[in-house]
DNA sequence: TGCGAAGGTTAAGGTTGGGTTAATATTTTT
DNA sequence: AAAAATATTAACCCAACCTTAACCTTCGCA
């Protein structure tokens, strides 16, 4: 079954999209802003991508541009008025895979989105350091052939941290991308992070997992001592 | 030519900032509050934008949290009061390259510029001075493949050396940019100094971090001679 | 030669960031 | 609705870190 996301700041166009799309069997998340849309996409993996290129935040080439500077290569259809679309159409080496001009025809769309998901299906993405995987698309981490058994929250952080390495990640960062700014208390990452630990520890992995102090975390395979 | 956006309400400030970078052959535009800011920031490409930390309309890291988020890199020098300092200090993890209290000596401000100008968007990724490297992103020091531990304010400490390197920084800059204005006792620095000498001393670097009497520190290989 | 200023060294607390654990709350699944 | 899985909170611990204070060294100069 398709998995998509769909950054739209018109909720009434968004909704007749998503309402569409369920009578196809397709699934849909949806972001109503470019931020929102960036961190759905960073933590999950979906198959296509549906941007509208004017967004609240960060519109709609940005947003590609900078997924695209992530290694990121879910197609992207871009979705835009008639009227900017002349000047616009030039920067379509942000990185987008096909556009479509509103008011767009729902099957145009859905021919469009089936066509782009064939092209790159199949294709594996996945995030290996040391002896683990991350496997995005079907979101499991293994360690050689043993599954490790992570909660939603220890998965979206490892998988900020994996997809960060070797570089440290902030604390700031991590909040701020895993539960917005409506943080929790400040020690529900530490707990996270301790059961993230544990988790590896099963599979004598933990040690990936390093402190910076004063700043965040980093996973990469060096240790920091002495 | 360099390329600024300065936006700053105070027009008696800005316009002498402006008629300074003048002399200096640097190109300046000016925005008096966060929101035409932001518009020029999104239109054009500067090099470094400087911004005032309380503005009307979007204080200064409302704006410079807001541009990152939308992908933009381009350098921030933030401006601040000297009593409003210490308790934004920390908030600087908003993606601020550099700060500086008010008053200013222009130079100073000349200065920054150039340095953050060179350094190509914040992109610069790691320092390496003699056989010692530090790389910003993962936060570590190598000397060769020797790791150093360095605590958060040594690792502070060494950072603003060598990205000023050659240069000298003095003691009341570095005390100003690592404590804020609620600096401690004067010797803390020495002791810190002296913990950053023994940790370079494990790989023989020592000899990098000299002393300017009577003006502060500078992080080099040459002798500053007599 | 002796004094003061600037910098360096050392060791003793005090503080805190991060880790741990367990209880409680929330959400999801059944 | 009950059970299970997750998430959050609170209280506590500890080692690393920071600051302080007292003392030491060097050097310029009266």
């Known amino acids: 079954m398709l998995n998509l996301l769909l950054v739209e700041d018109n909720i009434d166009l968004a909704s007749g999209v998503i309402d569409y799309f369920s009578l196809e069997n397709i699934r849909c998340d949806y972001a109503n802003n470019g931020v929102s849309g960036l961190n759905l996409i960073t933590e999950n993996a979906y198959q296509v991508i549906i941007l509208d290129l004017g967004l ?3 519109d709609g080439l940005t947003l590609c541009r900078n997924i695209r500077e992530q290694g990121i290569d879910t ?4 979705l835009t008025a008639r009227d900017a679309l002349a000047d616009k159409i030039k920067g379509f080496d942000a990185g987008a895979d096909d ?3 509103k008011p767009f025809d729902m099957d145009e769309l859905v021919v469009r989105v089936r066509t782009l998901s064939r092209r790159r299906s199949g294709q594996m993405k996945s995030l290996t ?3 683990l995987k991350l496997n995005l698309l079907d979101k499991t981490v293994y360690c050689d052939d043993q599954l490790l058994k992570l909660s939603p929250t220890g998965l979206k952080i490892l998988t900020l941290l994996m997809s960060n390495s070797p570089n440290a990640v902030s604390r700031n960062t991590l909040i701020e991308r895993i539960w917005g700014d ?3 208390d400040s020690n529900s990452l530490k707990v996270h992070i301790h059961h993230l630990r544990k988790q590896l520890d099963l599979v004598q992995q933990s ?3 390093h402190t910076i102090k004063g700043h965040g975390f980093a996973f990469r395979l060096d240790q920091p001592h002495e």
């Open 182 to 184: 409506a943080s929790p």
């Open 75 to 78: 197609p992207v259809i871009m």
């Open 129 to 131: 350091i040391g002896k």
């Open 207 to 209: 040690e990936l997992l």
């Open 56 to 58: 609240p935040q960060m």
């Open 99 to 101: 556009y479509l001009v």
